[in-house]
């Protein structure tokens, strides 16, 4: 086996052991599972965004929570604000590509909401536009960054920072996060079970 292979696995297990034993980010995190049942149990959605790796993040959590993630139940109102190609170019061309999310944000979002923004470095300039504009239109707005958690951590209503500064690290963390904020949705909302 190489030797690259088990180094980068290695490196996947100690950002999670250092995850595990971060209690403050377990708090972090099972707090903004606590906000996002919260603002589903009372008819408002989650909006999320991020770039390249972090758009996908973005999408598959969406689709973890419109689908199901663990039990049958019914599907719950999320939307990547990253996969229509027709909306972020003409508002890219418009105004700018720092504009994207913010603009999609102000014509999705509800007070009462949440916006997840998704950055390793936490200084994407489109994801910090939309959290400003989240919290100007009343909407939570809960960060997910690496270990610095850039301009965001002061932005955001909740920051989730994960221990790294390597961004595919960084990115495996917010897997990590997303699966786990699938989970304790599902169980806030519908019991362990995960019924309807």
């Known amino acids: 086996m190489s030797e690259q292979v088990r180094a980068l696995v290695a490196a996947s297990l100690e950002v999670k052991r ?14 903004a599972a606590a906000r996002c049942a919260g603002t589903l149990a009372r008819g408002g959605r989650i909006l999320l965004a991020g770039n390249g790796g972090s758009a996908a993040d973005a999408q598959h959590i969406a689709a973890e929570l419109v689908g199901r993630f663990s039990g049958e139940r019914r599907a719950l109102p999320a939307i990547a604000l ?6 972020l170019t003409a508002v890219a061309n418009d105004y700018g590509y720092e504009h994207v999310f913010a603009r999609a944000l102000e014509g999705l979002a509800s007070r009462g909401d949440v916006f997840i923004g998704i950055s390793t470095s936490g200084s994407s300039p ?3 536009a939309a959290i400003d504009t989240a919290a ?8 997910l960054t690496g270990r610095r958690g850039g301009a965001m951590a002061g932005r955001c209503g909740l920051c989730l920072r994960v221990p790294s ?3 595919p690290r960084i990115q495996e963390g917010h ?3 997303g699966h786990i904020l699938c989970a304790r949705i599902e169980a806030r ?8």
Do not use: K, P, Y
Request: a negative charge; zero cysteines; hydrophobic letters at 45%.
């Open 18 to 31: 250092a995850m595990l034993e971060d209690a403050a980010l377990l708090a972090a995190i099972e707090e």
């Open 189 to 196: 909302l519908f019991g362990e079970r995960g019924q309807a």
């Open 126 to 128: 489109n994801v910090l």
């Open 165 to 167: 500064d390597e961004t």
């Open 136 to 143: 100007r239109l009343g909407v939570e707005t809960i960060g």
């Open 82 to 87: 990253t996969t229509n190609t027709s909306t």
């Open 175 to 177: 897997i990590l996060i």
